[in-house]
Nanobody, 123 residues
Framework: QVQLVESGGGLVQAGGSLRLSCAAS????????MGWFRQAPGKARELLAA????????YYADSVKGRFTISRDNPKNTVYLQMNSLKPEDAAVYYC????????????????WGQGTQVTVSS
């Protein structure tokens, strides 16, 4: 069992930045591929970025490429999402996700989800 707890969400003005964190506990964090998803009201949950257990970047959605950066610190059991140049359409609940011995991919299996953190972007 892995527990994922996101933090760092909040209200930011358009053009601003936020850094989300996802702290993992319970199993060997370095055995998991990790990803960040978001879900806006009335929309499907979408994968934004993914990172392998070795730290290689495996995916960025076109909508965030060049603005968001995923990273991980295995000794701290934490994955991050740095979000720059935020737009009103980035407002959503952001979730981190883990896949054991595999990579997080669009439509792929997810073994664990966090509870989500709200990001609101004012125009």
């Amino acid at each position: 069992q892995v527990q994922l707890v996101e933090s760092g969400g909040g209200l930011v003005q358009a053009g601003g930045s936020l850094r989300l964190s996802c702290a993992a506990s319970g199993r060997t964090f370095s055995n998991y591929g990790m990803g960040w998803f978001r879900q806006a009201p009335g929309k499907a949950r979408e994968l934004l970025a993914a990172i392998s257990w070795t730290g290689g970047i495996t995916y960025y959605a076109d909508s965030v490429k060049g603005r968001f950066t995923i990273s991980r610190d295995n000794p701290k059991n934490t994955v991050y999402l740095q979000m720059n140049s935020l737009k009103p359409e980035d407002a959503a609940v952001y979730y981190c996700a883990a896949r054991h011995w595999g990579e997080v991919t669009p439509g792929g299996r997810i073994d664990y989800w966090g509870q989500g953190t709200q990001v609101t972007v004012s125009s």
